[in-house]
């Protein structure tokens, strides 16, 4: 039964009304409607209705047939709209909003700027001007090219007589032909230039050749905008639905000598609280799903440019170069910069040494980015970076050697950018931007993929992820963002591939599921197909995730909200969706054993020892996963107590999502904490003992192992003030440990370098 009855409608009317044809305001916000609920021939009665406020509900779309020939006002803040076609019914409509819903893009304002031509006001904005410059300008250079096309590439192929079997041949070349290939303005309004290239070429086919026009085709499917990507089709909705994810990718020009100096500009919107909840952690008070704690604020988008000016403006520091200019560089911020530019809002930077416990390691700062801002802004020190992760050499053989199978290029990902940053001269060799995208984790896998000579060539391909649900697959090295997997329907925690089967890509998300999926390998044109091959049921939301070093295809760990917990993901069942395998138990602050703690730090130190962070201060475990775990035990969901092998110092704060990593190859741990402290543990001396010891106790169990070093946070200054209240979000050292990236709270990553 609908939500929505006569009765409803008269009572939410603005004025209270007795008939739904006297009806001119309403408001239906905050009755968790979903599409359904709207029923055409209710609404239908609702003939003079000029206001209508959906905000703050569950609406995906509208239904096509609403009937409301005189609205004027609509607002749909804070729902979970994916398309806006189906707007052009209400042609009167004078002011939309719709912020807060994070699957819609740039390219979905000007596809209403275009439907609606008495549209006055987008988000609050005034869109006059802009909208006449899509509506005419655009309008007019995209027909001249599509004519162009249709001109130089298809007029030749149809015969003079012709059939119908002919026209529908080269008509449907000659669309995918003209989507492929018109290209106009800049390349984050990749999508929307694709969808009005399909109605004017299906426009021109039938007035030339007298084709019947599909005057309401089918939404295309939706792709993000992104600063170094072409355009790419998204996988389809049904296909998502039923485990499969198709996606077939545009075919990129290989030309690609024309330089593009386009920054690509936020939606125009205001980021509203609301939309922050999913961000991992940003404060100290924990609250209710579907987030963590409570995010700090983020900064305002920038304001929205149209085409032209996009293509004119000079890139300031820290903003995307053109591709002809190799050293693109971020905001840098270094030892040797003068006092007096503190006044020009520079950051300077004094380092301090300090350490706790034996140094072994000699450590010194090397660069502080500042490459992840927000509309590029200088002032943005609220930004939070959340992952990172070295690339893997192309010719170093299939990832045997550790050491030698790391570059010195790291992937850093926070607020809607993601980042390649030599480290040793600290240049940003790249940037990808997504407009209303916060990624929380990157992965890296190598691919072998056909060229266009059908030659094999091994290729690096970089996935990222976050708020949107949405998994985007990059290819480094052509600068193109090839492909997208709408893996879920909330935020994506954190990413993994599996490092013995290079297209198996794990998503945990906040949706409380961790799904694997076939990525697929792409075909000379970016075609490829991806799909879902397993789903594990998670208790509450994950966190951190860790393949079983050895036992990669049958094995994974989640650290999550409520605990530890163990999956056999095993692809010879016949069981697609599975719950947990086991829980862990370990000590809480009183000692009893438990399982409902959170688990925010996970990571193997070696094949055996796993290094687990959970919610008692100031301690971080080393516990063994041969002697807690019975490969051979029967059961499902089983709870078991982690047999711990020691213990690590560490703050005694109570902040979350401060998470950790190892070393394996020089068996360190690296955690940091909430003053920008980085404490690294060398654990050399230990291992060898656990390894050998053969009962399930070992000598080091009731010792807590202090850090061999504690990297303390220099002091920073922007405008004369110093930076405070830093947190290390993350820290990851190469396989080498040469040098050390640390990411933090407020928009800095630092490079260490071990001397």
Same mark, same amino acid.
């Given at each position: ?40 021939? +209710? ?10 406020? %959906? ?6 779309k ?5 009937? %409301? #020939? *005189? ?8 729902? !979970? ?70 001109? !130089?590439?298809?007029?030749?192929? +149809?015969p003079?007589?012709? =059939? ?48 019947? +026009? ?43 000598s ?9 939606? #125009? ?65 270094t ?12 950051v300077t ?35 939070? %970076?959340w ?20 570059s ?8 809607e ?67 997208? $997997? ?24 906040y949706? !409380?599921? $961790?799904?694997?999926? *076939? $990525?697929?390998?792409? *075909?000379? *044109? ?25 036992c990669p ?15 056999? $993901? ?15 138990q370990?000590?809480?602050?009183d000692?009893s ?11 193997f ?5 796993v290094?687990?962070k ?38 005694? =704060? ?5 998470? +950790?990593s ?19 543990y ?11 010891a ?29 930076l ?10 190469d ?16 490079i260490?370098?071990?001397?």
């Amino acid at each position: 039964m609908s939500k929505i009855t006569t009765e409803l409608l008269l009572e939410r009317a603005v004025p209270r009304s007795t008939r739904l044809r006297k009806i001119e305001t309403l408001n239906l916000s905050k009755l968790q409607l979903k599409t359904g609920d709207l029923d055409p021939r +209710l609404f239908s009665r609702l003939r003079h209705l000029q206001k209508l406020d %959906l905000s703050d509900n569950l609406l995906d779309k509208f239904p096509n047939s609403l009937t %409301l #020939p *005189d609205l004027r006002v609509l607002n749909c803040n804070n729902n !979970k709209l994916e398309d806006v076609t189906a707007l052009k019914q209400f042609p009167l409509l004078e002011e939309l909003t719709y912020e807060n819903n994070v699957y819609l893009t740039l390219n979905d304002d000007y596809k209403v700027m275009f439907l609606l031509q008495n549209l006055r006001l987008l988000n609050g904005k005034d869109i006059t001007k802009l909208a006449k410059h899509v509506r005419h300008v655009n309008s007019r250079k995209l027909t001249s090219k599509v004519t162009a096309h249709w001109e !130089k590439f298809f007029r030749d192929q +149809l015969p003079e007589k012709y =059939t119908a079997e002919q026209v529908k041949s080269i008509k449907k070349k000659f669309l995918k032909s003209v989507q492929t290939n018109v290209v106009y303005g800049p390349s984050s309004l990749s999508e929307f230039t694709r969808w009005r290239v399909k109605m004017i070429a299906e426009e021109f086919l039938a007035c030339s050749l007298g084709l019947e +026009l599909n005057s309401d085709p089918e939404p295309e499917e939706k792709m993000d905008e992104n600063e170094e990507e072409e355009s790419t089709e998204s996988p389809r909705e049904d296909a998502e639905d039923k485990g499969q994810v198709t996606a077939t990718a545009r075919k990129r020009k290989r030309n690609r000598s024309k330089t593009r100096s386009r920054k690509k500009r936020s939606k #125009p919107q205001v980021a509203p609280e609301k939309e922050a909840v999913v961000n991992p952690r940003k404060s100290r008070h924990v609250q209710d799903e579907p987030a963590p704690q409570k995010p700090r604020p983020s900064n305002q988008p920038a304001k929205e440019a149209p085409p032209e000016q996009e293509a004119e403006e000079t890139p300031k520091n820290g903003e995307q170069l053109p591709k002809g200019q190799s050293n693109r560089r971020s905001r840098q911020l270094t030892g040797e910069q003068k006092s007096q530019e503190q006044d020009n809002g520079v950051v300077t930077l004094n380092p301090v040494k300090s350490s706790k416990g034996k140094e072994d390691v000699s450590a010194e700062p090397l660069h502080f980015l500042q490459c992840h801002s927000k509309g590029n802004s200088h002032e943005d020190f609220k930004t939070q %970076l959340w992952s990172c992760v070295f690339e893997p050499l192309l010719d170093s053989g299939a990832r045997k050697d550790p050491i030698v199978n790391s570059s010195r290029t790291v992937a850093t990902c926070g607020g809607e950018s993601v980042c390649l940053i030599d480290c040793e001269t600290g240049t940003v060799l790249k940037k990808y931007k997504v407009a209303a995208e916060e990624f929380f984790s990157v992965a890296w896998t190598t691919l072998t993929m056909v060229v266009s000579d059908s030659r094999k060539k091994s290729h690096n391909i970089l996935a990222a992820a976050g708020r949107r649900g949405i998994v985007k697959l990059i290819h480094v090295a052509a600068d193109f963002c090839y492909g997208e $997997i709408k893996a879920h329907k909330k935020p994506i925690a954190t990413v993994c591939f599996s490092p013995t089967r290079e297209t198996h890509l794990f998503t945990a998300s906040y949706d !409380k599921r $961790i799904a694997l999926w *076939d $990525i697929g390998i792409p *075909d000379s *044109d970016y075609n490829f197909k991806a799909s879902q091959l397993l789903v594990l049921e998670v208790l509450s939301i994950p966190l951190r995730i860790a393949l079983v070093p050895t036992c990669p295809d049958q094995y994974l760990l989640a650290g999550c909200e409520g605990g530890c917990f163990v999956w056999n $993901i095993k692809l010879d069942k016949e069981q697609k969706t599975r719950p947990f395998e086991a829980t862990f138990q370990f000590p809480d602050e009183d000692g009893s054993l438990t399982t409902l703690h959170r688990v925010d730090g996970l990571a193997f130190l070696n094949d055996d020892v796993v290094v687990s962070k959970s919610s008692k201060p100031g301690c971080i475990y080393l516990w063994s996963w041969s002697r807690s775990f019975d490969t051979k035990g029967k059961g499902c969901q089983r709870t078991i107590a982690a047999v711990i092998l020691a213990e690590l110092e560490w703050s005694t =704060t109570d902040m979350s999502y401060l998470t +950790l990593s190892t070393c394996p190859a020089k068996d360190y741990v690296f955690c940091g904490d909430e003053k920008g402290s980085v404490w690294m543990y060398n654990l050399s001396s230990y291992t060898t003992a656990w390894s050998s010891a053969k009962g399930k106790r070992s000598p080091f169990q009731e010792k807590r192992i202090p850090p061999a070093q504690i990297l303390q946070w220099p002091e920073l200054r922007a405008n004369g003030e110093q930076l405070t209240e830093v947190l290390v979000n993350n820290v990851v050292s190469d396989p080498a440990f040469t040098y050390l990236v640390v990411l933090t709270s407020v928009n800095i990553t630092a490079i260490w370098k071990k001397s």
